[in-house]
């Protein structure tokens, strides 16, 4: 997922440069998005990894 993330956030950098602002713009909070979830399952994971332990 974080793959997913910075290829978008590569996409509206790019997009922007060229002056494409609807599509960066959209390509920007689409990374967004997908960062927040990657960060979600995360810490989601650390947390059952470390109560499988105990």
């Not at 996409?11 to 967004?32: D, N, V, Y």
């Amino acid at each position: 997922m974080l793959y997913w993330a910075l290829m978008f956030f590569v996409i509206a950098l790019i997009a922007g440069a060229l002056g494409f602002g609807g599509i960066a713009g959209a390509a920007a909070g689409i990374a967004h998005i997908i960062f927040y979830i990657f960060l979600i399952l995360l810490i989601v994971s650390l947390i059952a990894h470390f109560m499988r332990r105990v």
